[in-house]
């Protein structure tokens, strides 16, 4: 267990609709990152918050969204869902950005259908 | 054009044999990661660096920023060593982050 928490670790949904993921960081950990790994494009980052407040930006759609809570847990938010977005979502968690390591989720895998 | 070239894609190596993975970037960075991700999909970070090298265990990781260039060593490899291992960089002004797109390692008792 390396302390970062993902639910749910599967997700099996229809295109059209939305989902929401949710990560909670490992304790003492202030800033989360959220990744999608798919087949064909690999690694990309989404988006980083850090105590609440967006960060960095990476290559998130539109219909994505995300935000970080008072109590540090964050939620992704993926709407109008495509095929495309069957992907692993990871999210990782780190003490300050930049200067330590990650430590990642174990993942949820979203099957768009 | 992918900002952060690894190689080799794949790696079979015999139980005990040194192992090096290479990582190529094209962009200035802040800190350049190494990951280790298993079959069964998690992610591990192993090193993150900005300069010079680390260690950990039978790992060694090296950086050249002159050169952006860095190479991930496993010495004595083991079969539980097999796993995809990914580059990672964070750009220069800490808003992106690029991946390589992995190197798979089997090694084989």
């Known amino acids: 267990d390396s302390g970062v928490t993902q639910t749910p670790k599967h997700l099996i949904t229809a295109t059209g609709q939305r989902v929401t993921l949710r990560c909670s960081p490992r304790s003492g950990d202030l800033s989360v990152y959220w990744y999608q790994q798919s087949l064909d494009q690999g690694l990309q980052f989404l988006i980083q918050y850090y105590n609440g407040e967006e960060r960095a930006k990476g290559n998130i759609l539109e219909r994505f969204s995300a935000q970080q809570f008072p109590d540090l847990h964050s939620e992704l938010n993926l709407s109008s869902l495509e095929l495309g977005d069957s992907a692993l979502y990871f999210c990782?968690?780190?003490?300050?950005?930049?200067?330590?390591?990650?430590?990642f989720g174990s993942g949820t895998r979203l099957t768009v259908v | 054009k992918n900002e952060v070239e690894q190689s080799p894609q794949n790696l079979t190596a015999q139980e005990g044999e040194f192992i090096t993975i290479n990582c190529s970037y094209s962009?200035?960075?802040?800190?350049l990661h190494w990951l280790q991700q298993h079959p069964g999909g998690g992610i591990v970070s192993l090193f993150m660096?900005?300069?010079g090298k680390k260690k950990h265990g039978r790992l060694i990781a090296t950086i050249n920023i002159q050169e952006k260039h860095s190479s991930l060593h496993i010495t004595a490899s083991h079969p539980r060593d097999s796993a995809v291992y990914i580059c990672?960089?964070?750009?220069?002004?800490?808003?992106?982050?690029?991946f390589g797109t992995g190197t798979s390692l089997t090694v084989i008792p």
């Open positions: 962009v200035g960075i802040s800190a």
């Open positions: 990672a960089v964070r750009s220069g002004t800490g808003n992106q982050f690029y």
């Open positions: 990782a968690s780190s003490v300050v950005p930049g200067v330590y390591g990650y430590t």
């Open positions: 660096l900005s300069s």
